[in-house]
């Protein structure tokens, strides 16, 4: 007797909204939206939709990297939309719900003289999953999870996908006029979690980094930095 085997299609797409990057992960039919950028993104997200013949039904899940407002700008209308499903990390996910964000810190000295540390009031919504450490998406039809990669806000959640691409949000940062050739995000509030979390994504073995401001890379560019720096994770884990 024959064997069926289903081989399953999937594509990786970064949707460019301005300075902010939200990407789009296709398996057969079904879809993740990994963040909304700025309020007013949804119509760019519908139109690369539209443009890639994606129904906007076959979204299932909207995962929400962390909650800074070019991140989660424009998930009320996305969710409309798609009806999709909103995960976040349940940090975030309190403060979303009532109509606040996590404080944006910014690591750089030049930049705290000229700007002030800024937090937002938005338009709450809700939130229909929320994570606190590891979470599978396997009952969502996904061979991915959620990881909880904080430093740069509380609430910051990476997804891996296939044990191999890791959506990271904002824990890598690259601004060459600000951090030269640095991954460390040059907004932080917990600085010291940012090495702890780059360690978690190594171990988790992932290959690629998708992040939400720039260019997508390989992973050995973090080991090879904190190699350079010298920097060792103690065991962070409990
Ligand atoms: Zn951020
Ligand atoms: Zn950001």
Redesign the pocket.
């Known amino acids: 007797m024959q064997e069926l085997s289903l081989v399953s299609m999937v594509s990786i797409h970064r949707i460019k909204l301005g300075y ?1 990057n939200s990407f789009l992960i296709k398996e057969n039919n079904n879809c993740i939206l990994v ?1 909304t950028g700025m309020p007013k993104s949804h119509k760019k997200i519908v139109h690369f939709l539209q443009k890639n013949s994606i129904q906007p039904e076959n979204i299932k899940l909207i995962i929400i ?2 909650a ?1 407002i ?2 989660i700008g424009s998930v009320k209308e996305i969710k409309e939309i798609t009806g999709a499903k909103v995960l976040m990390h349940k940090i975030e996910a309190e403060l979303v719900e009532k109509g606040d964000t996590p404080e944006a810190v910014l690591t750089n000295k030049l930049l705290k003289k000229i700007f002030s540390s800024t937090k937002r009031e938005i338009a709450p919504f809700s939130v229909d999953i929320k994570v606190s450490d590891e979470f599978s998406l396997k009952e969502y039809g996904f061979d991915a999870k959620i990881i909880h990669t904080l430093g ?1 806000t509380d609430g910051s959640i990476s997804l891996i996908f296939k044990q191999k691409h890791a959506f990271v ?2 824990i890598v ?1 690259k601004f060459p006029l600000l951090s030269g050739r640095s991954y460390f995000p040059i ?1 932080a509030n917990k600085k010291e979690k940012i090495y702890e979390s780059w360690k978690k994504l190594i171990d988790e073995g992932v290959k690629w980094l998708y992040p ?2 720039g260019k997508i890379f390989p992973i050995r560019l973090l080991e090879k930095e904190m190699e350079k720096k010298k920097i060792v994770v103690k065991d962070f884990r409990d």
Do not use: A
Request: hydrophobic share 20%; charged share 20%; net charge negative.
């Open positions: 902010v963040d990297t962390h800074h070019d991140h740069h949000g904002d940062m907004v939400s401001h």
